[in-house]
């Protein structure tokens, strides 16, 4: 318990939090476990969970362009693959808290992994139990969205120079 | 007052609020006023300060590239105009609540112009005051920072096929 309150408190989502509030939000999360191969979610699905990773790696495969661009060389080149794993206190399925959407990646377990899960009403039911704790995850979660749409922003800039010089060069 | 209650409550920022949760936001709020052609904010520069349009037009230009790709037209073709104003509840800057991060796009005041400006510590110093109401606007404003990433990662999957497709064309 106290091993695991020491992980929860190393993620961007919950940093700041003293262990009493970890505590608390854990009383309205899930510990669930997947095996190895597990699918954990599927790009595409509608999702109400986030999870936050306690044991193991999972693999995030994200779709790169919106046609199928493969060769024959078996090698999946329209999609890109990255690693989360216990020991970069990852977090992944955050944007469920916020808004009922499809997943924006697949993720699979690549060994045998330990979850906390935490399903948006959960989430919701605790901040109106106490709006404090509720506002400053909120707020940490925020921020960890503006980062990334900051990031995305700028892959976009740095996509269309390419595709301007390409352009203006045939 | 009573209008410019009504206003704030029609944007994403102060949606479900009540009239006198809308009250004690504007406590923390400056009214300010810009003449037609006054840059409000510059695209590079640091910011703490989100605006809300009570009365007025802004346009919007955003860098679309990292290189100058104008070419003797006299248009700049690098970049992407658009227009904000009050008919449309428009709030902008809203980042700066979350982050000390640089302005990602130039604002010019179009028509003579008022917001509402609300900063970074005055909104936090609000939200320690109230954290129900913080909780309630921050969960609008990571809503609507969600959505805008879910729209740029839209954008970068159409950028990738259009890069992927001529690629392979050449």
């Given at each position: 318990m106290e091993k695991e309150i020491a992980i929860l408190r190393e993620t961007a989502l919950f940093k700041d939090l003293m262990p009493e509030e970890i505590r608390k939000v854990m009383i309205f999360a899930r510990r669930v476990s997947f095996r190895a191969d597990d699918v954990i979610m599927r790009e595409g699905d509608f999702g109400d969970t986030l999870y936050i990773i306690l044991e193991g790696t999972v693999e995030v495969v994200k779709r790169l362009t919106l046609i199928e661009l493969d060769?024959?060389?078996?090698?999946?080149?329209n999609k890109v693959f990255t690693r989360l794993s216990a020991e970069q206190h990852a977090v992944f399925g955050e944007i469920a808290l916020l808004e009922d959407t499809k997943r924006t990646a697949t993720i699979k377990a690549i060994t045998d992994c330990t979850f906390y899960e935490l399903k948006k009403d959960d989430f919701l039911r605790m901040a109106a139990e106490d709006y404090h704790l509720g506002y400053r995850i909120l707020l940490n979660l925020s921020r960890i969205v503006s980062t990334r749409l900051r990031k995305a922003d700028e892959d976009t800039i740095k996509l269309t120079t390419a595709l301007s010089i390409i352009l203006k060069a045939s």
């Open positions: 060769d024959d060389s078996g090698i999946e080149k």
